[in-house]
């Protein structure tokens, strides 16, 4: 069979176009689920670097919160004895 005895109507609804149009929705689909696993890993990174960066700023005012103690007991440790003597 030759190309001028099929008719329009064959051409345009022939088992590859259907096939093709199926897998570009299964794409289109698959690109939806990449794209909303991509947002949700996002937005755990970008809460993951607030944690961290709220963990760190908590550990820093610690740190000076020891050393402004420290700081305050060798300011102060010439009114108590010595436990040694």
């Known amino acids: 069979m030759n190309s001028s005895t099929l ?6 609804h022939s088992p590859g176009q259907r096939a093709s149009e ?3 929705s299964e794409l289109t689909s698959v690109g939806n689920q990449t ?6 890993k996002k937005s755990e990174l ?6 961290d960066r709220l963990l760190r700023e908590l550990h ?10 420290l700081d305050y ?8 004895q010595s436990i040694d003597r």
Do not use: C, F, H
């Not at 794209?35 to 949700?40: A, E, H, R, V, Y």
């Not at 970008?46 to 944690?51: D, P, R, Y």
């Open 46 to 51: 970008q809460e993951q670097k607030q944690q």
């Open 22 to 24: 199926s897998q570009d």
């Open 73 to 80: 007991i060798k300011a102060t440790e010439w009114r108590y």
């Open 7 to 12: 008719s329009s109507g064959t051409l345009s």
């Open 35 to 40: 794209s909303k696993i991509l947002n949700q």
């Open 60 to 69: 820093l005012k610690r740190v000076q919160s020891l050393r402004k103690e």
